[in-house]
């Protein structure tokens, strides 16, 4: 059975995830048992006990979803006769999306986004600056604004959601001149700083050595980057690609509507939370997405799979 594999970025993590599977199949225990010693340190505790401060760092919830995502797709490949046609990842899911198609080791992946996480905290730390969603109005309308206020543009993630990153002052001025640009809500987000945004260029300065040491083939699968919304092409190409994401916009609605305009239908997110299942709503009502964040959904997931 053909599907698209999909795996969700930061922001998804919540405490206790993969605990219920850690328990459950010793394929899963292996694996994470495996993640804290290539760590050196517990982050199945940080995973499963929280508490929720510690698991929202960066350095900390970007390696647990990536974790967490691979653990999913390790149980379901081995009770589902699926063919992946594709695999995506939002921001941080890109990365998991690459180790699931075989681009980099489990291992490799898994130093590499601890890294990424921990590098882009210190950016977080060096310079205040935050993120808001906008809400109904275009992308050439966020755009507009973006520039205007002296901001990026984080995410493009479906049609009528778009995400700014930037200064304080730069966000502050986009929200309060969000509803005279034609917007319907502009929010602040929660989050510790400007992520995709040129507040990050510390962060993609450090990640790129990391890239060009770590060994890559082709994935077996075409892997979307979030940069350019396209399939990679060489292990160039993903390098450069994961490198220039750290800065630049996820163009996650482009890439899911070239997927869809090649004709894939369904989609599987292996991940806590329904977030991508949610834009995929807003990109194609005939696209079917299977969420799977836990044991129970797996099981579900096995069980609707077969019947496909």
């Not at 328990?23 to 006990?49: H, I």
């Not at 450069?240 to 996820?250: D, I, K, N, P, W």
């Not at 797996?298 to 019947?307: C, G, H, P, S, T």
Request: include cysteine; aromatic fraction near 6%; glycine fraction near 10%.
């Amino acid at each position: 059975m053909k599907a698209v594999l999909l795996f969700p970025g930061q922001g998804a993590q919540k405490v206790g995830m993969g605990k219920d599977l850690y328990d459950a199949y010793p394929a899963a225990r292996e694996m994470m048992e495996k993640a804290d010693e290539a760590l050196g340190f517990s982050l199945t505790k940080v995973m499963f006990e929280g508490p929720d401060a510690e698991l929202t760092r960066t350095c900390y919830c970007q390696p647990a979803l990536y974790l967490h995502g691979l653990a999913l797709w390790k149980l379901l490949s081995s009770e589902v006769s699926l063919e992946p046609v594709a695999a995506a990842g939002l921001s941080l899911g890109e990365f998991t999306a690459h180790a699931a198609a075989g681009t980099f080791t489990f291992e490799d992946g898994l130093k590499l986004v601890q890294k990424r996480g921990a590098y882009m905290e210190e950016a977080c730390q060096a310079a205040p600056s935050t993120m808001a969603a906008m809400i109904g109005g275009s992308d050439e309308a966020v755009q507009k604004l973006a520039d205007e206020c002296g901001i990026d543009v984080a995410n493009y993630n479906c049609p009528g959601q778009t995400v700014v990153s930037g200064s304080m002052e730069g966000v502050d001025k986009a929200v309060a001149g969000a509803k005279a640009a034609g917007f319907k809500l502009a929010k602040k987000l929660n989050v510790a700083g400007a992520y995709h945004s040129r507040f990050m260029k510390s962060a993609q300065q450090k990640l790129l050595p990391e890239l060009a040491a770590v060994p890559m083939q082709m994935p077996a699968v075409p892997v979307y980057c979030n940069y350019e919304a396209r399939p990679v092409t060489s292990t160039d190409d993903v390098r450069a690609m994961l490198g220039a994401q750290v800065c630049g916009s996820v163009r996650w609605a482009a890439s899911m509507q070239d997927l869809i305009a090649k004709g894939e239908r369904l989609f599987i997110e292996m991940g806590p939370g329904k977030t991508l299942a949610g834009m995929m709503g807003r990109i194609c009502k005939e696209a079917k997405v299977i969420s799977i964040e836990d044991a129970a959904g797996l099981q579900a997931a096995i069980e609707e799979l077969k019947a496909l």
